[in-house]
C-alpha cells in the first residue's frame, strides 16, 4: 500500500497533471489531498475535477473555504486577495458546493490529515517551528499526521521533545511522533521551484518527498492571460 500524499495545488493545473503521472508511475494505490485545491493559480475549476475524480479523502485549505463563501476577505494579503477574487468567479456552482462540503481533518487508515494545525484547524495558523508542531502533537492521536499550509517541506517529530527535520526520506518509527508538510505542488515557497508531494510506502514505513519538474511557462502564461496578479506567474520560478 502506497499513498501519494499532496496539497496546496492552487489551482496549476501542469504541476497537478505532473504530480499524479509521477504518482501513478511509482505505483500509488491510494491518493489524499490536504487541501488548497484552488487560489492564486488559473485553473481552479480543472484542478478541483481531477482531484474530485480521484474520490480520495481530501481536508479543507483557507482558500477553499473563502473561494465559496461571499465573506470579504478583509485581513487577506492583497496578492491572496486578488486570486481569490478572480477564483470565485471562475469556480462552478458545483464546485463551490464540493469545496463547501470538505472537512477540516480526518483520519484515513492510521494517520491523519489537515491543512494547517491540529490545536485550531479553523484558525488557519502556520507550523513553522517546534513550538508550534508541540501545540498541534497535543491534539494528534495518530502516529503521523500530513499537513500543509506554509508550502515547505519538513518534518517534526516528537519523541520526548520535539525536533525538526529536513524532509528526504524519513523512516517512521511505532514509538514516536510524526508531523509531516509535504510542501507544495502548484506554488512552492522553500525556494525551489519544483512540485513537492510525499509518498507514504505504509509497508515499508517510509515516508518519501518527491519533487517534480513541469511545466511552468504554460502555467506561467495562462496566469497572465486570465488577467491575474503579474507576480503570482514571477514567484513560481523562484519558489517564493
Ligand atoms: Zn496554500
Known amino acids: 500500500m502506497r499513498f501519494a500524499v499532496f496539497g496546496d495545488i492552487h489551482a496549476n493545473l501542469e504541476a497537478l497533471q ?34 474530485r475524480a480521484l ?20 485581513g487577506f494579503n492583497p496578492l491572496a486577495e486578488e486570486a481569490l477574487t478572480w477564483t470565485r468567479a471562475n469556480l462552478t456552482h458545483e464546485d463551490k458546493q464540493w469545496l463547501r462540503e470538505l472537512r477540516l481533518v480526518r483520519q484515513v487508515r492510521d494517520f491523519t490529515i489537515v491543512h494547517a494545525t ?36 519538513r518534518a517534526y517529530i516528537r519523541d520526548g521533545a520535539v525536533k525538526s527535520v ?8 511505532t514509538n514516536k511522533k510524526y ?14 521551484w519544483h512540485a513537492s508531494y510525499c509518498i507514504y510506502h505504509v509497508d515499508d514505513h517510509l515516508v518519501e ?19 491575474l496578479p503579474q507576480r503570482l506567474a514571477d514567484r513560481l520560478e523562484v519558489g517564493k
Open 166 to 173: 529536513p524532509l528526504d526520506k524519513l523512516r517512521i518509527e
Open 55 to 74: 474520490e480520495c479523502p481530501v481536508v479543507k485549505g483557507n482558500h477553499d473555504e473563502l473561494a465559496c463563501v461571499e465573506a470579504s476577505l478583509d
Open 209 to 227: 518527498l518527491r519533487r517534480l519538474e513541469y511545466d511552468i511557462r504554460a502555467t506561467q502564461e495562462k496566469i497572465l492571460k486570465a488577467g
Open 118 to 153: 491540529l490545536d485550531t484547524p479553523h484558525k488557519w495558523g502556520y507550523v513553522f517551528n517546534q513550538l508550534d508542531a508541540a501545540a498541534s502533537f497535543n491534539y494528534q492521536h495518530t502516529g503521523i499526521c500530513f499537513y500543509g499550509h506554509t508550502h515547505a517541506p
Open 18 to 51: 505532473a504530480m499524479l503521472a509521477d504518482a501513478h508511475a511509482a505505483e500509488c494505490t491510494h491518493y489524499v489531498c490536504l487541501g488548497d485545491v484552488v487560489g492564486y493559480n488559473a485553473n481552479p475549476h480543472e484542478c478541483v475535477e481531477l482531484v
Open 179 to 192: 508531523f509531516i508538510n509535504v510542501g507544495s505542488v502548484g506554488q512552492p515557497r522553500d525556494g525551489d
